[in-house]
C-alpha cells in the first residue's frame, strides 16, 4: 500500500513533463450582433461563430449602411471599437429618428453580413445639476438649521452653568 502511494506521488511531477494539447485558437467565420443604442447610434457585438468568445486579437474593420423610409441614406461608415469591452463597436450618432434597415458588413477572410432593423430615438438629455446652495437654503432643511440648533444648546448650557453657580453662590 505505501509502495503504491509513494509510487503516484513520484508520477506526479513526471506529468509535468508531458506535453499539453494546443489551446483551440480563436478564428474562423465572426457572428455579428447589431442593435440600436438607445439613441442615433448603432452598437455591434463581434464574436467567433465557433465558440463564442469576443473578437479580440484583431481589429475588425466593420462597415454599416442604413436606410429609412423617404430615400434617407446613411454609410457607408467605418465602425470604431468601442470601450466597452472586446469584441465592441459604435458609430456615434449618424442616425436620425425613426425605423431603420442597417447592414454591417465585415470583410474577408472571416466575412460576415448582418442586416436589422433599429428604431433611432432622440437622444434624451440628463437633468439640469442641483445647485447645492439653493438646496441648503430651501425649504427642505440644510446645514443652517443644524447651526442655529447647535447655537440654541450653547446658549442653554450657558445658562446652565451660569445659574448653577449662582445658586452655588447664594447658598454658600
Do not use: I
Amino acid at each position: 500500500m505505501l509502495r503504491r502511494l509513494l509510487a503516484a506521488l513520484a508520477a506526479v511531477p513526471l506529468l509535468a513533463l508531458v506535453p499539453a494539447a494546443p489551446a483551440a485558437a480563436h478564428g474562423g467565420p465572426v457572428a455579428l450582433e447589431v442593435a440600436g443604442d438607445g439613441a442615433t447610434g448603432v452598437t455591434v457585438r463581434a464574436t467567433y461563430e465557433q465558440d463564442g468568445h469576443p473578437v479580440e486579437d484583431r481589429v475588425l474593420r466593420l462597415v454599416l449602411t442604413a436606410s429609412a423610409e423617404g430615400g434617407r441614406q446613411v454609410g457607408p461608415v467605418q465602425l470604431d471599437p468601442s470601450n466597452e469591452g472586446q469584441g465592441f463597436y459604435t458609430s456615434g450618432a449618424v442616425l436620425t429618428p425613426g425605423r431603420w434597415t442597417v447592414v454591417v458588413t465585415a470583410p474577408d477572410p472571416n466575412g460576415a453580413r448582418v442586416e436589422t432593423t433599429v428604431e433611432a430615438k432622440v437622444a434624451q438629455t440628463a437633468p439640469p445639476p442641483v445647485d447645492a446652495t439653493a438646496e441648503s437654503d430651501g425649504e427642505g432643511g440644510g446645514t443652517w438649521r443644524w447651526w442655529v440648533a447647535g447655537a440654541a444648546l450653547l446658549v442653554a448650557v450657558v445658562l446652565g452653568l451660569a445659574l448653577a453657580t449662582r445658586r452655588r453662590t447664594s447658598v454658600s
